[in-house]
């Protein structure tokens, strides 16, 4: 069983039976929804050797099974860390103009084995100015058979020239019981870890994989609550300490980092889910809740947020960190010492 949003899907399937599939799409929603998965599954549809059915993948073609190993000789995944002629190594996480020149230049070569050459874009709003305008260029004579399908976790990050050229697909996530349904179908898991990973998944199939395939990874999610939960019933003296250790951590594992601050806000979502929805049966044996308004869980998101911005943004980490360490609400006790 796979599943993916079916609202998405069937837009793509009648594309494809209507004859319509446009050269440009552009999936959008949160990170670890499906949109990769998604965009594989619309490959194997345009790509499969089965004409018998042409809505359907037969999924067991030649094509089908190089789509599945990632091995298509007609797809290319772009992202910021591929290598290109021109990149000596590429630092600043950026998607850039050498980029696009490789995906124009491997456009212009058209399909080696199939009817269409693809080229799905990951994480596409980090294509910075010159690699926009130089990708606007190439949309406006797309080379014939061609189709690129951009994987957007933030559409207003995207040049709205980019946006305007293209066929938008939101990408919804999944519903609490069809992710349970999917879970039960496809794990050996006890009912106690599937709550915990549809929970902790958001909605995210990517993440509810993830998981499900190594539930070891939920006592990372544990660790990494605890943490957020000291550090936002701490005093102002005990922030500024967590501040400097996680400035220094930053410095030598950027990633890590970014990781635990989207995990931090993932919890404060799931807390105000679990509010709104009067459920009893909490995650954490901690309950920030017990200590913070729903309004406070809500700024500390929009807190968060604007740290991952300003140190995506090269800010002085120590500095991100230390505003963070002030600007998160205090406990009514601490707020009043």
């Known amino acids: 069983m796979t599943i993916i949003n079916e609202k998405a899907y069937k837009i793509l399937e009648n594309s494809i039976v209507k004859n319509a599939v446009s050269h440009f799409y ?3 929603g949160p990170k670890n929804v499906g949109k990769k998965k ?21 999924d067991s073609c030649p094509s089908c099974k190089k789509i599945d190993e990632q091995k298509h000789f007609d797809i290319l995944h772009v992202d910021s860390k591929l290598e290109v002629e021109g990149l000596d190594g590429n630092k600043s996480d ?14 212009n070569l058209g399909p080696f084995m199939s009817k269409y050459k693809i ?27 061609t189709i690129f399908l951009f994987l957007v976790n933030d559409l207003t990050s995207v ?4 946006i305007s050229r293209a066929q938008k697909i939101n990408v919804l996530e999944i519903g609490k019981e069809e992710m349970k349904d999917y879970i039960l179908e496809n794990y050996d898991l006890d009912d106690l870890k599937i709550d915990q ?19 070891s990874l939920l006592d990372n ?43 931090w806000i993932d919890f404060c979502n799931i807390l105000i889910n679990n509010s709104y929805q009067n459920d009893q049966n909490s995650l954490f044996s901690n ?4 200590l913070f308004e729903v309004k406070q869980i809500n700024l500390f998101i929009l807190e968060i947020i604007k740290s991952i911005s300003n140190l995506r943004s090269n800010a002085n980490s120590r500095l991100v960190f230390d505003v963070l360490s002030l600007n998160l609400p205090f406990t009514k006790e601490e707020s009043a010492i």
């Not at 309950?287 to 017990?290: I, S, V």
Request: charged content about 25%.
């Open 94 to 107: 950026q998607i850039r103009l050498p980029h696009v020149e490789e995906i124009s230049r491997q456009a």
């Open 119 to 145: 080229f799905i874009v990951d994480e596409a709003e980090k294509l910075n100015n010159e690699a926009s305008n130089a990708f606007l260029k190439l949309l406006e004579e797309p080379p014939s058979s």
């Open 197 to 215: 990973i549809i929970n902790f998944s958001l909605g995210k199939i990517e993440v509810a994989e993830t998981l499900s395939s190594d539930p």
């Open 38 to 58: 998604l965009a594989y599954i619309f490959s194997r549809l345009l790509l499969c050797d089965d004409e018998s059915n042409p809505n359907t993948s037969c």
């Open 159 to 162: 040049y709205p020239t980019i």
């Open 287 to 290: 309950n920030l809740l017990d």
């Open 221 to 263: 999610y544990f660790e990494s609550y605890e943490r957020f939960f000291e550090f936002c019933k701490s005093n102002i003296s005990t922030r500024m300490e967590l501040s400097q250790k996680f400035s220094t951590r930053f410095r030598t594992d950027r990633n890590a980092i970014y990781q635990e601050l989207n995990l």
């Open 26 to 28: 552009i999936f959008h």
